[in-house]
C-alpha cells in the first residue's frame, strides 16, 4: 500500500526528509490550491501536512474520504476544525516545542523595536527623512514587562526580558506563586499586570476566554503610555479598542504580528505610525521551520505506518472492550473536571479522583484522563485530550491523585474530584443515575441534585429570610429565567448554598450585580 501525503503549505524542504525517505509514502508539495481545489483533490490523499495558512474546514474534512492524519507544523491548530477531524476519525498532530524558541526571540525583536521606533526611523531614512526628533525612544532597562500566558513561550520570553534588565509581572491560571519566583518573575492577576505594567505581551492560545482579554476595559486600566505586543493570536487583543487606545494616546505604540484576519492588508491599525508590524513571522525561522517539518513528518511516517504519535491533539484511541464499560461515565467525568475549574480560584496544585460502587470493577484510568481533560481544556484549549491531559497536567505542575474507595454513599456508582490550591480544596462527586443519566450529587459539603449541562449558578450564601428572593429579583431583572433551583444549608442562620440552573449564560455584569447583593458571599456562574 502506497499512502499519499499532501503538503498544502511551504513546508522545510530538509524538515520534511523523513517523509521523503520513507518506504511506501508518496508525497506531493502543492502550496497554490484554493479552497475549492483542496476540497476537490482531497479525496486522493491519507496525510496532509499544513502550516498556518490553509484553513481545514468541516467542509475539507467532508470530502477527505481516505484522510487518516493531518500534522500541522508548529503550536497553533485554529485552522483545523478539530471537531470535525474527531467526528471523521482523523487524528491531528502538531508540532509544540519547535518554534518555541523563534517566537520568543521574535517577541523580544519586536519589544526592542517598539521601544527604540526603528522600524519608523528606518521607513523615514529609506524615504531620504534624516529625521531623529520624531523618533526618541524609551529604554527597557527598570521598566516592567507584562506577560500574559506563562506556558511555553511566554516563560521563554520573560527570561529573556529580564536580561535586558526589565521587571516581569506575569499572570497565567497555571502560574502559582511558588513558581512564579522560581522564574524570577512577580506574581499577579490579569488586572495586576494589565495596570502594572509599561509593555504587555500576550501568549495565550486564541480560545472563548481568551478572545478579547484585552479589550477596552483593559486599556481604560492600564499606564498612560503603555506599550504592546501580539505575537501569539489575532483576537487576543480587540483590535478596534487597542485602535481608539492608541488614537486617544492611551497606548503609545503596539507591535503587532499576528491579526483577527489574515492577511491583513489595508488594515486600519497599519495606518498609525504607533503600530509596528510583521505579516506572523513568529515562527518564520530556518531553524524553527525545519523543526516543526522534522516532528511532524516523523509523527505522520509512524502513525501511516501503524505506530503511536507523539504530539495528538485531538482524540486518542481506546480499546473497545475497555471503552465499552467506561463510556456512560465519560462525558460525567470530564463535566466534573470543567466545574471544578470554577470553583478554584488560584492555581489548582493537586488533584484526586475517588472511584466508589460499580467504578471500583473497571478500569478507570482513561476516565482520570478525561477529568483531568475537563480539568484544562477551559484555560489550555482544545489541544487538550485524553492523551496528552495527565503530561499536560503534570508539566504545570499538578499531582494526580486516583483511588478507588468502599464510600459510595448509597449511590451505585460515586465519581468524587477534588482540587487543592495553595487557598482551598474545592470537591465535587458526580454519579450515573440508571435510566436517567448523568448527576452532581455534591459540591464541598452540600447535597444536590444537577443534571451536570448548560449554565449554572453555585451561589453561598447566608442563610437568612429574602437572600433567595433578591437573587431571584436580579435574575429576573436582567430577564435570566431560572429553570431549577436547590438550596442547602449547615445550620439554620449560617452558611447556605443555592444551586441554580439558568436558561442562558450569565453575563458578568449581572454576575457583579449578583456577587454585591447582601448575604451572598460568593457566586461561580459555570458553564458546562
Ligand atoms: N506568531 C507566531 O508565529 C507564533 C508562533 C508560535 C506560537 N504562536 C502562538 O503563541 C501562543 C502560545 O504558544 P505556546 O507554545 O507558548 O503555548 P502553551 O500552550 O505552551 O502556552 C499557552 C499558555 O497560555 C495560558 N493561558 C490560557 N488561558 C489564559 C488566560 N485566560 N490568561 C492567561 N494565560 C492563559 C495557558 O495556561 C498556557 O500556559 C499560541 O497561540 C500559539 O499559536 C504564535
Ligand atoms: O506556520 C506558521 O508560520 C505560524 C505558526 C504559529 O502561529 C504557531 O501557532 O505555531
Redesign the pocket.
Known amino acids: 500500500m502506497v499512502y499519499k501525503v499532501l503538503i498544502s503549505d511551504p513546508l522545510s524542504e530538509d524538515g520534511i526528509q523523513p517523509l521523503r525517505e520513507a518506504e511506501n509514502i508518496e508525497v506531493t508539495m502543492k502550496t497554490d490550491f484554493t479552497p475549492e481545489e483542496l476540497a476537490l483533490h482531497i479525496g486522493e490523499y491519507d496525510a496532509l501536512l499544513v502550516r ?1 495558512q490553509t484553513k481545514v474546514t468541516r467542509e475539507i474534512i467532508e470530502q477527505a474520504k481516505r484522510l487518516k492524519i493531518i500534522g500541522r507544523a ?3 491548530v ?1 485552522n483545523i476544525d478539530l471537531d470535525a477531524a474527531t467526528e471523521h476519525g482523523v487524528i491531528v498532530v502538531n508540532a ?1 516545542d519547535g ?2 524558541n ?2 520568543a526571540e ?1 517577541t523580544i525583536a519586536m519589544l526592542m523595536s517598539l521601544a527604540r521606533k526603528i522600524p519608523q526611523a528606518f521607513y523615514a531614512l529609506k524615504h531620504q527623512k534624516w529625521d531623529r526628533k520624531s523618533h526618541v525612544g524609551v529604554e527597557l532597562k527598570n521598566k516592567t514587562l507584562g506577560v ?8 521563554e520570553v520573560a527570561a529573556r526580558a529580564k536580561g535586558q534588565r526589565m521587571n516581569v509581572i506575569a ?5 502559582t506563586e511558588e513558581k512564579a519566583d522560581k522564574l524570577g518573575v512577580d506574581y499577579g492577576s ?1 488586572e495586576d499586570v494589565v495596570q502594572k505594567a509599561d509593555f504587555i505581551t500576550v ?5 472563548k ?2 478572545r478579547h ?1 484585552i479589550n477596552k476595559d483593559a486599556f481604560e486600566k492600564m499606564k498612560d503610555g503603555v506599550q504592546i505586543i501580539n ?3 489575532g483576537g ?1 487583543i480587540d483590535e478596534d479598542a487597542l485602535y481608539e487606545a492608541i488614537v486617544n494616546k492611551k497606548v503609545a505604540g503596539a507591535a503587532l ?2 491579526f483577527e484576519e489574515e492577511p491583513a492588508v489595508n488594515h486600519k491599525l497599519l495606518e498609525l505610525p504607533e503600530v509596528i508590524a510583521t505579516p ?5 525561522t530556518i531553524e524553527a521551520q525545519e523543526n516543526v517539518a522534522i516532528d511532524v513528518s516523523h509523527d505522520v511516517v509512524h502513525f501511516l505506518t501503524g505506530g503511536l504519535a507523539t504530539n495528538p491533539v485531538n482524540l486518542p484511541s481506546v480499546p473497545s472492550e475497555v471503552m465499552k464499560k467506561i463510556e456512560p461515565y465519560f462525558r460525567l467525568s470530564e463535566k466534573l473536571g470543567t466545574f471544578l475549574t470554577y470553583l478554584a480560584e488560584e492555581a489548582i496544585e493537586e488533584i484526586s479522583i475517588y472511584y466508589a460502587g460499580d467504578l471500583t470493577d473497571v478500569q478507570v484510568a482513561p476516565l482520570t484522563r478525561n477529568t483531568i481533560k475537563g480539568l484544562l481544556k477551559r ?3 482544545e ?1 487538550v485530550n485524553d492523551v496528552n491531559a495527565s503530561f499536560l497536567a503534570e508539566k ?1 505542575g499538578i499531582t494526580i491523585n486516583e483511588q478507588k474507595t468502599s464510600t459510595s454513599k448509597g449511590f451505585t456508582n460515586l465519581l468524587t474530584v477534588q482540587v487543592k490550591t495553595s487557598k482551598t480544596t474545592r470537591t465535587v462527586a458526580g454519579t450515573l443515575l440508571n435510566g436517567l443519566g448523568a448527576r452532581i450529587v455534591k459540591v464541598d459539603n452540600y447535597s444536590v441534585d444537577v443534571i451536570p449541562e448548560g449554565h449554572l449558578l453555585f451561589i453561598r450564601h447566608k442563610d437568612q429570610p429574602g437572600a433567595i428572593g433578591r437573587v431571584g429579583s436580579l435574575l429576573a431583572e436582567h430577564d435570566v429565567n431560572i429553570a431549577t433551583m436547590q438550596v442547602g444549608r449547615s445550620d439554620v442562620g449560617g452558611d447556605a448554598i443555592m444551586m441554580l440552573t439558568i436558561d442562558k449564560h450569565l453575563e458578568k455584569e449581572v454576575l457583579e450585580q449578583l456577587i454585591n447583593v447582601t448575604d451572598i458571599y460568593a457566586v461561580n456562574a459555570i458553564d458546562l
Open positions: 498556518s508548529g503550536v497553533g485554529d509544540p518554534n518555541t523563534s517566537a521574535h500574559i500566558g506563562m506556558g511555553r513561550i511566554g516563560v499572570y497565567d491560571p497555571f502560574l490579569v501568549h495565550t492560545p486564541l480560545l476566554e481568551t482579554l505575537c501569539a493570536r487576543i504580528d499576528v506572523h513571522l513568529g515562527a518564520s484555560h489550555l484549549g489541544h504545570k
